[in-house]
């Protein structure tokens, strides 16, 4: 099978910060592509251009051999892409149900959609009991499998994943892996942003590792999570036999 999203050479800039330096990758049909990186290492730059949120200054976009780096957000979604983007971005002020709906919002058929969305409660007993409360009534983890749930019903082909475990509670995150190998074995492509290194290793078939908006490493995930690179590389932290270093950790540097 060949691959189902592919960026060649792709640069992104805000201003004068460039996130993304000729970055390029495949993500196989089929496959579990875990892309791990410290903080600011530009992950969500890329999964921001993926889903056309974010202009590339340079380089390509192809989706099942298709190029689409010009095409605007709902043509990418309509066509299989779709993103769960960092900190949710549900919509709390609605029901359960009216955020699911929104991720259906490009379909035509609405008896799909209802069979989806059922399909979606029986998964995920606790968002079907309060469908019709508030979603600021979720705890964080039921958040997230609401924003899992919503671009489901779009009923992607590829979904991209940016750090859903983030502030989650170890039994949701163990919870949240598992739904991400489900829908990989029910045909879904996944490209999975994490900074939980080890978790994401052990259920992706490849890895990818940026440093400082560059590919620093990528391969066979249990070749990298043996690698003692790979805590340099992720954590930014200096390498084992590298001079200890010397600045106070900044703000910047603390994840949430
Ligand atoms: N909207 C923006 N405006 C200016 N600079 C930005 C913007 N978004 C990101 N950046 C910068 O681009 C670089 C890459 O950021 P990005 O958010 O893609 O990294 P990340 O790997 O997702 O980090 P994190 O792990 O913190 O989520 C960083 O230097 C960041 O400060
Ligand atoms: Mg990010």
């Known amino acids: 099978m060949g691959a189902l999203l592919a960026l060649e050479g792709l640069c992104v800039a805000y201003g004068h910060v460039q996130a993304l330096h000729e970055v390029s990758l495949a993500v196989e049909e089929g496959t ?19 889903a056309g949120l974010v202009r590339p200054r340079r380089g390509r976009i192809l989706f099942q051999g298709r190029d689409i780096t010009g095409q605007t957000v709902p043509r990418r979604l309509a066509a299989g892409l779709a993103l769960v983007p960092e900190g ?14 929104v991720g259906a919002h490009l ?6 959609v209802r069979r989806d969305v059922a399909a979606l409660y029986e998964r995920f007993p606790n968002l079907g009991r309060r469908r019709h409360m508030a979603a600021a009534c979720l705890s964080g983890g039921e958040q997230q499998m609401l924003a899992v749930g919503r671009a489901m019903v ?6 991209m994943l940016d750090e859903p475990s983030l502030g989650l509670s170890p ?9 991400v190998r489900e829908l990989n074995r029910d045909g879904i492509t996944i490209l999975l942003v994490e900074q939980n290194t080890g978790m994401a290793l052990a259920i992706a078939h490849h890895a990818v590792v940026l440093e400082l908006g560059r590919v620093a490493m990528a391969g066979d995930p249990s070749r990298l999570a043996a690698d003692p690179l790979l805590a340099a590389a992720y954590l930014g932290h200096a390498a084992p036999d590298a001079p200890p270093h ?11």
Request: hydrophobic share 50%.
């Open 32 to 50: 579990i592509l875990a892309l791990l990186g410290a903080n600011g290492a530009g992950k969500t730059s890329l999964l921001g251009a993926a």
């Open 88 to 101: 949710r971005r549900i919509l709390v002020s609605l029901t359960i149900e009216e955020n699911l709906l």
């Open 107 to 112: 379909r035509r058929d609405p008896e799909g």
């Open 154 to 159: 779009a009923r992607p082909r590829l979904l």
């Open 171 to 179: 039994l949701f995150i163990a919870h949240l892996f598992d739904l």
């Open 246 to 256: 010397q600045e106070p950790a900044t703000a910047e540097g603390v994840t949430g």
